[in-house]
C-alpha cells in the first residue's frame, strides 16, 4: 500500500528539503512497473496462499530503499552512540530485519493499529515517528518521541502502542486493540509482534484462544531471527514451525527477508481479517546482525561466519537493490544519491540527539494519563510532590 508508507519518504523531503536526484538520466529511461516471483509461503489451515508472482513500482521500490536504509543507519549510529556511553541502559537493535517492518507497513494501513516487543526502533519510524525523535529518546533528551522518558525500548506514537519490554506481555495487549476495533467497527486491525524466545510464552497461547473464540481482527505475527536471546530455536522449541503455533488458527510462514513476500502476506493476513474470518498467525524468516541486545556480541553462539553468510546471501537491502537495478527502475547513481541523503539525516539527528537538554525534574510525572486534569504526584520521595500534566 503505497499511500501508507509514502508518508515517512514525504516527512523525510520536508526534514531534508530536498527532493530525489536523478544523475543525468530522466524518468522516462526507467522501467515504472516490474513483475517478480517470489517465494511461496508455507501455509496452515488455508485453501489458498499468497500471489507468487507480485508487482513492484518504481516509486515503491525507491521507498522500500530508502526507508530500510535509514533503519539500518539509524541502527548502526546506534551502535556507535552506545559504545560511546551516550546511550545507556537496555538497547535492542534491529539491523537485518529491515524487510520485516517495511513489508508489513506496505500490507497495512496507518489507520490500522500495532504493537511490539523491545526491538522498537524501525517500527517506530515506519508508525510515523522521525530519526530525531527516535535518536533523542535513545539519548534520553527531551525532544525524544516520549520526551526523553521512555528509552530504547518504550517508544509510541499513534496507533503504536510500544516498545514493551516485558517479554510477550504486548501479545495480549494487541488482542486488547484487536477487540476495540471489532466493537467500533471502523474496518481496522491490530498487529501483534513477538519474537521466537516469547513464542512459548503461555499469555501468547491464552491470546490465540480468545482471538479466534471472538474472531478478532488480530494478526499475530512472530519474528523468527532464529535466536531467543542466546539461545537458538531448536534447543528452545520442541516445534519450531511457528506458524502452526496457533493450533485452529490459521498460519502463514513467510521469507522474512524479502520485502516483497512480506508485503504480500501481510496484504493477505489483512484481507483475512477485514473479511471477518478471524485473527490469523504468521511467521518471518529472518535474521539480527547484532546480537541480542547491545550488552550480547552475539558471536559466542553463533560464528561471524555465519553471520557474514546471511549478510552476503540474503540481505534485505542488498536484495531489493539488486531487482531495482537489474529491471531498470533506478541508476546507480540515483541511489547512492538516496544513500547520502540518509546518510546526512543520520548525522544531523544525532547531533541534535547528543545536544538537546534532558528533561527537567518537573516534568518526570507528566503525560501520566492523556486527558485527565493536573494532579499532585508523589516523586523520590515522600516529602516531595510534583504536578502531573497530561
Known sequence: MLTNISHVLRACAQRNGAAAVVSARTYADFTTEASFEIKKC???KLDEAPATQVVMTRDEGLQYYRIMQTIRRMELKADQLYKQKIIRGFCHLYDGQEACAVGIEAGINL????ITAYRAHGY????????KEIMSELTGRRGGIAKGKGGSMHMYTKNFYGGNGI????VPLGAGVALACKYQGKNELSVSLYGDGAANQGQIFETYNMAALW????????ENNRYGMGTPVERSAASTDYYKRGDYIPGLRVDGMDVLCVREATKFAADHCRAGKGPILM???TYRYHGHSMSDPGVSYRTREEIQEVRGKSDPISLLKDRILSNNMASVEELKEIDVSVRKEIEDAAQFATTDPEPPLEELCNHIFKNDPPMEVRSTNPWIKLKSVS
Open 42 to 44: 508455507d501455509i496452515h
Open 167 to 170: 517479554v510477550g506481555a504486548q
Open 124 to 131: 517506530t519510524y515506519t508508525r510515523g515517528g522521525t530519526v
Open 283 to 285: 511467521e518471518l524468516q
Open 215 to 222: 474472531k478478532l481482527p488480530a494478526i499475530f505475527i512472530c
Open 111 to 114: 489507520t490500522d493499529h500495532l
